[in-house]
């Protein structure tokens, strides 16, 4: 059964990370974006850790009292023992927790993300196929208009305005439909002329 794709608040969030290599530093760039403080637990860190302000480095073992005050964790070692010890104790304390590369250790997972300024997308497989997820974000990349993410800053600040100007919600509705179809055709409209130069 495939997994519920769900977007959670993530700033100022506490999450540990056990495992300091490059698994470990890939999952978090992948968090870092979305604001949460990271605490980074391995005895050998890479050094690529310490150039990241929202990174904290505990170069040690890990241990359960790591996880005191953590909201997330994510197993990122190379020994499979650890990053299921982790995992139950993750589970003991109803923490979620991601395990690399092993789903059924998982309470939830990264998808293959794209992200520009407000807009976040998301392709999981449910793990059948790393790879597929892969190409369908290049392919979903590929279409999206270029300047999408200033699009999306537009239709934000008009939206306040609009459900005040419009309370009535079906109209309300219309209006922020009419408005979002003309950002994007503007948009597109421009994206085309640059291209064209």
Request: hydrophobic share 40%.
């Given at each position: 059964?495939?997994?519920?794709?769900?977007?959670?608040?993530l700033?100022?969030?506490?999450?540990?990370?056990?495992?300091?290599?490059?698994?470990?530093?890939?999952?978090?760039?992948?968090?870092?974006?979305?604001?949460?403080?990271?605490?980074?637990?391995?005895?050998?860190?890479?050094t690529?850790?310490?150039?990241?302000?929202?990174?904290?480095?505990?170069?040690?073992?890990?241990?359960?009292?790591?996880?005191?005050?953590?909201?997330?964790?994510?197993?990122a070692?190379?020994?499979?023992?650890?990053?299921?010890?982790?995992?139950?104790?993750?589970?003991?304390?109803?923490?979620?927790?991601?395990?690399?590369?092993?789903?059924?250790?998982?309470?939830?997972?990264?998808?293959?993300?794209?992200?520009?300024?407000?807009?976040?997308?998301?392709?999981?497989?449910?793990?059948?196929?790393?790879?597929?997820?892969?190409?369908?974000?290049?392919?979903?990349?590929?279409?999206?208009?270029?300047?999408?993410?200033?699009?999306?800053?537009?239709?934000?600040?008009?939206?306040?305005?609009?459900?005040?100007?419009?309370?009535?919600?079906?109209?309300?509705?219309?209006?922020?439909?009419?408005l979002?179809?003309?950002?994007?055709?503007?948009?597109?409209?421009?994206?085309?002329?640059?291209?064209?130069?």
């Amino acid at each position: 059964m495939p997994a519920f794709p769900m977007f959670v608040d993530l700033s100022q969030k506490s999450v540990l990370i056990v495992g300091g290599g490059q698994i470990a530093l890939h999952k978090a760039k992948a968090l870092e974006p979305f604001g949460p403080r990271l605490f980074v637990v391995a005895p050998d860190v890479d050094t690529a850790f310490d150039e990241m302000p929202s990174v904290t480095v505990r170069r040690k073992e890990y241990s359960e009292d790591d996880l005191k005050g953590m909201d997330m964790v994510v197993a990122a070692t190379d020994d499979y023992c650890l990053n299921a010890q982790v995992a139950a104790d993750a589970g003991k304390h109803q923490l979620p927790v991601n395990v690399v590369d092993e789903p059924d250790l998982c309470g939830f997972y990264f998808g293959s993300m794209i992200t520009e300024g407000d807009l976040t997308v998301a392709v999981s497989t449910d793990g059948a196929s790393p790879a597929a997820a892969r190409e369908l974000k290049k392919r979903i990349r590929e279409v999206l208009p270029r300047d999408v993410d200033a699009s999306l800053a537009v239709m934000k600040a008009l939206r306040p305005l609009v459900k005040r100007v419009y309370p009535d919600q079906k109209q309300r509705s219309r209006v922020l439909n009419g408005l979002t179809k003309r950002v994007m055709e503007a948009d597109a409209v421009c994206e085309g002329e640059t291209e064209k130069k």
